[in-house]
């Protein structure tokens, strides 16, 4: 088995990160239903009026959601590597990694109810009048 070799090269980093992003968005539907949920949110943002400010923290709660995500992935990846086989801990470190996921998905929510709840119970009201 050879050694890891450590990079030296920014661009070369960078290429391997954009590897791992990419091999992530291609095979995980969770991931790729966040990224469709995110930008839903972020052209309703727009529809909505949200200030620069809101806008920000969509940004920064999607982005938690994505990068939860995407470590929920590597952790899956390493545990596959590490436990081929069936094993209870192994099995609970992909749970407690997807509970990270939950966690910040829920998160995600209600932080959505927070900025979103107002104006669209206004544009309900407005319509039903």
């Known amino acids: 088995m050879g050694k890891y070799q450590k990079t030296r090269s920014f661009w ?5 990160a954009s590897r791992g992003i990419l091999y992530s968005s291609k095979t995980q539907k969770h991931l ?3 990224i469709f949920a995110g930008s839903l949110v972020l052209a309703t943002a727009w529809w909505c009026h949200l200030t620069r400010i809101e806008v920000v923290l969509l940004v920064l709660t999607i982005g938690s959601v994505i990068t939860a995500e995407v470590m929920n992935t590597a952790i899956e990846l390493v ?35 927070i900025l979103f709840g107002p104006r669209l119970w206004e544009w309900i009201r407005y319509s039903l009048e």
């Open 79 to 113: 545990v596959d590597l590490a436990e081929p086989n069936f094993h209870p801990i192994a099995g609970m470190a992909k749970d407690v990694a997807a509970g990270a996921v939950l966690v910040t998905a829920l998160q995600s929510v209600v932080i959505g109810v």
């Open 12 to 16: 070369r980093s960078l290429g391997q």
């Open 32 to 34: 790729q239903f966040h």
